[in-house]
């Protein structure tokens, strides 16, 4: 049993708009009421001067317990897992009892042929990567096994003579996901153009569609990786649910494709933090702000401070541009970063940071600070079917985060931590 608690005199966005002064009460990881009202008997938290915030999420990541933690010290209280290991088995054994992390959700492994997306991003060679063993280092044995377990699954599953370039392969393929407790589906549309990688081999379009109508019968959505406006038209066709990423080029039929987005209903998570990373830019100067520099160790730091650079002729304008037309068509934005290791060659992001950076480049390209503020909370709940959260509202989770100033104002005030609770919990450092 927790102690009831209140946060007085705060603003509060409850995830659609903003409220203006209420008090937020929650005891026992819920929210108990929202109201003018002062409680009795519960510990007063003073938000004067403050915002409150749901707990924000990021709709794309690929993450881990110790990036977990880190996203929680930037208000992020969950993860969407766009290919890891974190379905429902992944938590049920790698998460027991931690709690000082944000929660996740995940699509298991991603559907992509042989040799394609995103082996070319892998460094080659033999042995376990050094990110990976310097995590595991700081695991219990319980959780080593449970990880060595996973990966070995893992590698299992790749090896196994299952073709999923072919229909009944990759039909096979989305049931495998499904009995590991994949949340939804991820499939992979990827030509390697941007990437630096020309002719990377892929899935044919027949195919993907058998796996779309297989996981909607499974009753999951379906999210394509996409990074071209040719690759976001295959996805169309082939029905998926939502975008992974926002396409960086922008041919001269990008009003059809952007129509067609809008007519199916199809959500888009841009991650303009990937796309100006791939451009050439790097988030260096996110990293040395006061608020972020102190929560991020020396091999994030690094990692915000390179960039990927495999498409330096690209435009951010582009991409600014393509985020507002799909905005102003009344296309559903959500916040994501697809954030992973801290690599080099896989700079400008890192876990927890980037969701406020992305926040900050979803209102450079037109979006209203309270629209970006939903994109990271209510708009991927309901995308997703969290209805137990991304709102602050009676009986959802006390998710929550308070930030000094008015995001309404600057969207940048939105780094400006004072509190956060997972579940009623306070994690602020
Ligand atoms: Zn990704």
């Known amino acids: 049993m927790q102690t009831k608690k209140a946060i007085v005199n705060a603003n509060v966005f409850d995830g659609n708009d903003m409220l203006g002064k209420k008090n937020v009460v929650f005891q026992n990881g819920k929210i108990v009421s929202l109201s003018t009202e002062l409680p009795a008997n519960a510990e007063i938290i003073d938000g004067k001067d403050c915002t409150l915030l749901p707990g924000l999420i990021d709709a794309h990541v690929h993450t881990s317990v110790e990036f977990l933690r880190e996203a929680l010290k930037f208000g992020i209280t969950t993860e969407l897992e766009m290919m890891g290991g974190f379905t429902k088995k992944g938590r049920e054994s790698q998460l027991k009892d931690i709690r000082d992390i944000a929660d996740v959700r995940s699509a298991g492994m991603g559907l992509t042929a042989p040799g394609g997306h995103p082996d070319e991003l892998i460094p080659k060679g033999d042995g376990i990567p050094d990110f990976v063993l310097k995590e595991m280092e700081k695991m219990s044995e319980e959780q080593k ?45 990827e030509d390697g153009k941007v990437m630096n990688a020309p002719g990377l081999p892929m899935i044919p379009p027949d195919v993907l569609k058998a796996a779309v109508d297989e996981a909607h019968q499974l009753d999951k959505i379906v999210i394509a990786h996409i990074l071209t406006a040719e690759a976001a038209k295959t996805a169309i066709e082939v029905g998926v649910d939502g975008l992974a990423h926002l396409f960086i080029d922008r041919p001269e039929w990008t009003p059809e494709l952007i129509r067609a987005i809008a007519d199916k209903g199809i959500f888009v998570t841009p991650c303009l933090v990937l796309n100006s990373s791939i451009i050439g830019r790097s988030a260096c100067d996110i990293a040395h702000d006061e608020r972020v520099q102190p929560k991020l160790n020396d091999d994030w730091k690094m990692t915000m401070c390179s960039c990927f650079n495999t498409f330096p002729s690209g435009k951010m304008e582009d991409n600014f541009n393509n985020v507002k037309d799909l905005y102003e068509a009344g296309v559903d934005i959500l916040a994501g970063t697809d954030v992973s290791v801290p690599m080099p060659h896989l700079g400008g992001l ?64 939105t780094l400006s931590i004072v509190g956060i609770w997972k579940e009623g919990i306070s994690y602020h450092n």
């Not at 969701?355 to 991927?380: C, F, N, W, Y």
């Not at 709940?381 to 600057?410: C, H, M, T, W, Y």
């Open 350 to 413: 890192a876990h927890g940071v980037s969701i406020h950076h992305e926040m900050q480049l979803l209102v450079r390209s037109g979006l209203s600070p309270i629209d970006a503020l939903k994109s990271a909370t209510s708009v991927i709940a309901k995308r997703f079917s969290l209805s137990d959260r991304g709102q602050i509202a009676e009986g959802l989770r006390a998710d929550l985060v308070l930030v000094k100033g008015n995001p309404i104002k600057d969207i940048s005030d």
């Open 145 to 189: 096994e449970a990880f060595i377990a996973a990966h070995e699954a893992q590698r299992q599953e790749e090896e196994s003579d299952m073709d999923v370039t072919t229909v009944e392969g990759a039909i096979d393929f989305v049931h495998k996901q499904v009995e590991n407790g994949a949340d939804y589906i991820k499939i992979m549309i």
